[in-house]
């Protein structure tokens, strides 16, 4: 029993390794653009996870320290198979990336003033704008869902394009003003309820979900 259960998690392992290593070499732009293909293999290609709960990974992912792609990597290893999926994921995820622009560093300098080599990279960086395009619609969908959290996505962006402000200042702000308002409405849907019906109650708190107030992907 314990070395069936030993295989299966090599197996898991060996499988989030490869997963990784699949998804960075075929994904320009970074990690933004990285989400669209690691949704995909995650959750319709491999069923590891539910689309909730890769929105609250990207959630989590977003407002971390780091590259997202790393941070959603890290997360998605470590939900499925503790440390050592986390280590499997991050290797899948950096090494090929690693190699493959080792080599291009070497290789650059032969052919930085070809014509054709400088025209298929414009061509990719305008790809990538649609990757990240669809990686923000995605993610505004999960996390703009009222008046409370457009707000709080037109401040971070305000506060990014008018103002010097840090964006980790940005972020915290951001996450302060979330759980603030979690807790108005989670004392709101408490004292509607002492004076309405229980079904009120319900639909009151079903609207509160303290991990999308806290955790803003817009900011």
Request: net charge positive; charged share 15%; no cysteine.
């Amino acid at each position: 029993m314990i070395g069936e259960r030993n295989g299966e998690k090599a197996s898991l392992l060996w499988n989030l390794l490869i997963s990784f290593s699949k998804i960075s070499p075929v994904t320009f732009g970074g990690g933004y653009a990285m989400i669209p293909v690691i949704e995909k293999e995650i959750v319709e290609t491999r069923a590891w996870m539910d689309s909730e709960e890769m929105n609250n990974v990207l959630s989590i992912a977003s407002s971390a320290p780091g590259g997202i792609g790393v941070n959603t990597a890290t997360l998605i290893g470590f939900r499925l198979a503790g440390l050592p999926g986390a280590i499997a994921a991050v290797l899948g995820i950096s090494l090929p990336t690693f190699v493959i622009m080792l080599l291009l560093t070497i290789g650059y300098s032969a052919v930085q003033d070809n014509k054709k080599i400088t025209a298929a990279f414009e061509g990719i960086h305008a790809a990538v704008v649609a990757f990240i395009a669809v990686s923000g619609w995605r993610m505004w969908k999960s996390a703009v869902y009222d008046k409370t959290t457009m707000l709080i996505v037109l401040g971070g962006l305000a506060g990014l394009l008018f103002t010097g402000l840090h964006p980790a200042l940005l972020l915290l702000m951001g996450t302060t003003a979330g759980y603030a308002v979690y807790k108005w409405k989670e004392k709101w849907g408490v004292f509607l309820s002492r004076e309405t019906s229980a079904k009120t109650k319900t639909r009151a708190s079903a609207v509160v979900d303290p991990g999308q107030y806290i955790w803003g992907d817009g900011i």
